[in-house]
């Protein structure tokens, strides 16, 4: 099973600071990688798929890079409504594993 | 517009088995995949298996092989995931989601149901 590592668990952060998460597959996954936005009480949102496309409605601060193994989400500008958890999820092959999260908090 | 709607909250008892329902409107269900995603208190989300379009195939992690099966129901749009033997561990919100595209893209979730395990 391919298993997904996400770093860091948790950040601070200013609003308008430029915020970098990365996920790590444990073996290649090409661009099979989505990252996710939750807010507490809330199911996931997708925010970019295949490594790099923004979903519709996704503001463009948000962007994905990488392929492979390595995967990185960065927010230019954190906004006031980024505050979240992220989650990245390959679906290279079953079982679509998540990563364990990363979570954006107010410094 | 694309909605799944699952069902209510569940209590129940380590030994006893739970089926969560989930039904889709605005599409016709067995067109896409269908996964089913679990969540327990301040975890990440855990993917427990899928239903593949046309329902021809089901797959299931392996933690969770002969202890759930997950089903569709044509002539109502709704989905199903039964789990057995449950345990104190199994507490969690089990998510339905529908699966868009060639990367699989859980692009439309359930609203959640929780499931307490608790004797």
């Known amino acids: 099973d391919i298993q997904m590592t996400q770093s860091p668990s948790s950040l601070s952060a200013s609003v308008g600071d430029r915020v970098t998460i990365t996920c790590r597959a444990s073996q290649t996954i090409s661009h099979y990688l989505t990252w996710y936005q939750q807010k507490p009480g809330r199911a996931p949102k997708v925010l970019i798929f295949a490594a790099s496309s923004r979903q519709s409605g996704v503001p463009s601060r948000f962007t994905g890079s990488g392929s492979g193994t390595e995967f990185t989400l960065t927010i230019s500008s954190l906004q006031p409504e980024d505050f979240a958890t992220y989650y990245c999820?390959?679906?290279?092959?079953?079982?679509?594993?998540f990563g364990q999260g990363t979570k954006v908090e107010v410094k | 517009q694309v909605q799944l709607v699952q069902s209510g909250p569940e209590v129940k008892k380590p030994g006893a088995s739970v089926k969560v329902s989930c039904k889709a409107s605005g599409y016709t269900l067995s067109d896409y995949g269908l996964t089913w995603v679990r969540q327990a208190p301040g975890q990440g989300p855990e993917w427990m298996g899928w239903i593949t379009a046309y329902n021809t195939d089901t797959n299931y992690a392996q933690r969770f092989q002969g202890r759930v099966t997950m089903t569709t129901d044509t002539s109502t749009n709704t989905a199903y995931m039964e789990l057995r033997s449950l345990r104190s561990d199994d507490t969690a919100v089990y998510y339905c989601t529908r699966n868009s595209g060639p990367y699989y893209i859980s692009d439309y979730w359930g609203q959640g149901t929780l499931v307490t395990v608790s004797s």
């Open positions: 999820q390959q679906s290279f092959s079953t079982p679509r594993a």
